[in-house]
């Protein structure tokens, strides 16, 4: 699932489609334009422009315009892919087709050279939008200090897992990165977020710098030493516990009753 790691790399290959000149905007799932956008105030936006800029801010890319142009926000959900000139920016994502059909494409740029910039999302999870309120993200998980993981957790009653992933508070990280980082740091994700010590927070704050660091040199955020137990029947892959199965801040989560407390 697109997190923090995939979309930094959709942002590096976003890079191909700066400074060509918009042709033609295709987007032919309303449900996917978000905040009121539809398919002909896009068009109207984005065509006869062209790309300056993009950027990554948590789980979203965005795409500055040319002419004081609007920025187009690009949310990828759990299955979206981004592809300039048909090469994609991540070949696999986990809990996600990855075939190439075309009847998933949920928004086309095409550009006068001929090339083009599209997202191809299965599920339809994902959505696109101009100029999302950039503010109301929380600070990058990349630039978190130790002080701000600190400000964020203090006094927070609310699962650790559920706060680490609430992108008002941190912007980046999702599902498989967060329980990576609670499996290396032996943290419970069901703790309240306000419970930790000094000890565990710097513990956490460590674990969280490891493991973007680690998944990112392997390749995304599905590379984890937990993802292989990620099922039912799964063992600790430290310990040989059964994990814990349960549902935390809405989504299915993984963790050790050994050696996560």
């Given at each position: 699932m697109p997190e923090l790691i995939e979309v930094a790399a959709y942002r590096e290959l976003a890079e191909l489609a700066l400074e060509r000149k918009i042709s033609e905007v295709v987007a032919p799932d309303a449900w996917w334009l978000k905040r009121g956008l539809s398919a002909d105030v896009l068009s109207d936006a984005l065509v006869g422009r062209h790309f300056l800029g993009a950027r990554r801010t948590g789980k979203r890319l965005l795409l500055d315009t040319s002419d004081h142009g609007p920025v187009l926000g690009l949310k990828f959900g759990m299955t979206g892919r981004l592809l300039v000139d048909g090469r994609a920016g991540v070949e696999k994502l986990e809990h996600s087709s990855n075939r190439e059909v075309e009847a998933w494409d949920r928004l086309v740029v095409r550009f006068a050279d001929g090339g083009d910039l599209r997202v191809r999302d299965p599920r339809r999870l994902g959505g696109a939008e101009l100029d999302p309120e950039e503010a109301r993200l929380g600070p990058d998980a990349v630039g978190l200090n130790l002080a701000g993981l600190r400000k964020v957790l203090d006094g927070g009653r609310i699962a650790l897992k559920a706060r680490l992933m609430d992108q008002s508070k941190i912007a980046g990280l999702?599902?498989?990165?967060?329980?990576?980082?609670?499996?290396?740091?032996?943290?419970?994700?069901?703790?309240?977020?306000?419970?930790?010590?000094?000890?565990?927070?710097?513990?956490?704050?460590?674990?969280?710098?490891?493991?973007?660091?680690?998944?990112?040199?392997?390749?995304?955020?599905?590379?984890?030493?937990?993802?292989?137990?990620?099922?039912?029947?799964?063992?600790?892959?430290?310990?040989?516990?059964?994990?814990?199965?349960?549902?935390?801040?809405g989504r299915t989560t993984f963790s050790c009753p050994v050696h996560q407390r």
């Open positions: 999702g599902n498989l990165l967060v329980d990576e980082a609670l499996f290396q740091g032996g943290l419970d994700p069901a703790r309240p977020a306000g419970s930790l010590s000094d000890e565990e927070l710097k513990r956490l704050h460590r674990a969280l710098k490891r493991t973007l660091a680690n998944l990112t040199r392997r390749g995304g955020s599905h590379t984890g030493v937990l993802q292989p137990a990620r099922h039912r029947e799964g063992l600790c892959p430290l310990d040989g516990a059964p994990l814990l199965r349960r549902t935390i801040g």
